[in-house]
């Protein structure tokens, strides 16, 4: 049984040069204490996707589809139900830690804050508890750091004082956006110990919104990769990394330096631009295996092994790859 | 050695701090010194705050050194005047890391790479627009690109318009600040290959600043890893890679992440206590004493001396008071990888 279903959910923005479709016909699956990667590069619409479910967009966004969590439809239930799950049942961590903590409030109270609202604590015991999670993000002398203000404390401890924040009414689901992006690579390490830790200890079911293959690789169960606001491919981590199918995950896979590996390959092109999708599918002008069916139509995501789906009429491994 | 294209030695570079109750300096260079030879790419790698962008400002010139001196070939250019300055300008040029603030809005990109030619007296006229043209087509630019401005143009294409800035005048040195880290995927990998057929083409050295270690490892020849303003460990790449010697340069490789699950999940990682030190006040002794996990072993001298850069052979040097001592920090070993 899973925690959460995502079936058929669409983004579309109206903006003055028309409609874009940010996501187009996303399902997904999130089941009790997974970690699910959702891998892409800017514009795909991997956090769009997360945001709609919370309702978080603008009003420009027409949001469709269905997202069932604990009974309850995500994007159909009334605004007083919806808050009581935004922040306490599923909590979003953002990318840019500096951005997202307000600069005029300690962090104890910005913590705090959460555990008033949602669990009617009292000032004493929100700080008590606060000083308790910044200690459980493993952040040193939390007794004086909870009276700090956020430009006090460096990039990797603010990042621990979000997921602290999110932690803190102890959420079913925690929906990390790039997480680790803004940091330098020691302290990345720290963060995703920190994720595997609160999974194995919490049973935290994590969503982690990514461009690092490496990032994935490292503590995802199951991968997502979209491109231009659809799904490509899915699979259980080792399946995906061993036997890629989309070219997109395959072009992914040889553009990042690693040793011993020769030459990068190179996908050609760009993203495209979401307002001006080409006819068949999104990939083909970058392909190189597209040929008049791709161009044409659009493929559906299809079975292709144990668990794993992809959107592509000529599935399988590069064959310069293999070689 | 044939004499090397740069030569940096001592250098140093203190900013005052003032103002708001805070007074002191902030040390973000203390005393680095690295050669580069012809033809060489040398990376420079370290985390934020390492000054390793502010060594690249100093080469350049764009900040005045605090001591030190920089040498272009063989010309010490640290104290010289910008208009004596202007013609070695020809010799050395930087990419940047942001390829939307480092190029002009109100210049087209043609004008934007026709420019350093045109201050130089380089080309004029018809002759500048074919070396443009030229230009363009190095760096797999289409050509009615040139009349097109900056904002037109996708984060890739852009960085390529400040490559072929950087190369109109043919220079012996490039400095490049990363100049990958703002792009995609997809997209790094096309311009990472455009700058190793581009170097193989015309020969320049490079001095590739970055904090990542894999594009170091797919680029350079040589490399250097700093930490809070000094240089803690240089080596081939190669070298450096299979045989990490510095505890930091250890914990820094350990924290990289491999896009390979099997191989990413069977890794020793080693993570780091604490945050970076301020360079207000950096450490006495050795300045990574504060995070390192070999401290005990190390200490008291760690706290005392601040151990010296020592070649241990091959061209591998090492900051390092357990190196010095002849043991061998072994916080994490490189998998054995067909390198």
Known sequence: MSLLEVEDLSVR???????????????????????????????????????????????????????????????RASGSRLRQIRGRQIAFVFQEPMTSLNPAFKVGNQIGEVLRRHLGLSRADARARAIELLHLVRIPSPER????????????????????????????????????????????????????????????????????????????????VMYAGRKVEEAPVHELFARPQHPYTNGLLGAVPRPGAGRLREIPGRVPSLAELPRGCAFAPRCPRADEITRSNVPDLRSIGPQHLVACFHPGPDVEAVA | MTEPVLEVEGLVKHFPVRGLGAKGVVHAVDGVSFRIGRGELLGLVGESGSGKSTVANCVMRLVAPTAGAIRLNGTDITRLSRRALRPLRRSMHMVFQDPYSSLDPRMTCGQIVGEPLDVQGLARGRDLDVRVSQL?????????????????????????????????????????????????????????????????????????????????????????VMYLGQIVEVAPTRELFGNPKHPYTQSLLSAGVVPDPEVQRSRTRVVLEGDLPSPLEPPSGCR????????????????????????????????????????????????EVAR
């Open chain 1, 145 to 224: 750091r909870v009276d700090e203000y956020p430009h006090q404390l460096s990039g990797g401890m603010r990042q621990r004082v979000m997921i602290a924040m999110a932690l803190a009414c102890d959420p079913k689901i925690l929906i990390a956006d790039e997480p680790t992006t803004a940091l330098d690579v020691t302290i990345q390490a720290g963060i995703l110990d920190l994720m595997r830790d609160i999974r194995e200890r919490l049973g935290t079911a994590i969503v982690l919104i990514t461009h690092n293959l490496g990032v994935v690789a490292d503590v995802a169960d199951r991968v997502v």
């Open chain 1, 13 to 75: 923005f109206d903006t003055d040069d028309g409609p874009v479709h940010a996501v187009d016909h996303l399902s997904l699956t999130l089941g009790e204490s997974e970690v699910l990667g959702v891998v892409g590069e800017s514009g795909c619409g991997k956090s769009v996707s997360f945001m709609s479910l919370l309702r978080l967009l603008p009003e420009t966004a027409t949001v469709n589809g269905t997202a069932r969590f604990d009974g309850v439809d995500l994007l």
């Open chain 2, 136 to 224: 363009f087509d190095r760096v797999g630019l289409r050509d009615e690109l040139r009349f097109r401005y900056p904002h037109e143009l996708s984060g890739g294409q852009r960085q390529r318009v400040g490559l072929a800035r950087a190369l109109a005048v043919s220079p012996e040195l490039l400095v490049a600040d990363e100049p990958v880290s703002a792009l995609d995927v997809s997209v790094q990998a096309s311009i990472l290959n455009l700058l190793r057929d581009l170097q193989e083409e015309l020969g320049f050295s490079c001095l590739f600043i970055t904090h990542d270690l894999a594009t170091v490892e797919y680029l350079c020849d040589r490399v250097a």
């Open chain 2, 288 to 335: 990574f004493r504060t995070r390192c996990p070999l401290e005990p072993r190390s200490a008291p001298q760690s706290h005392d001396e601040e151990p010296p850069l020592v070649d241990v052979g091959d061209g591998h040097l090492v900051a390092c008071h357990l190196v010095r001592r002849g043991e061998t920090p072994d916080l994490y070993r490189p998998l």
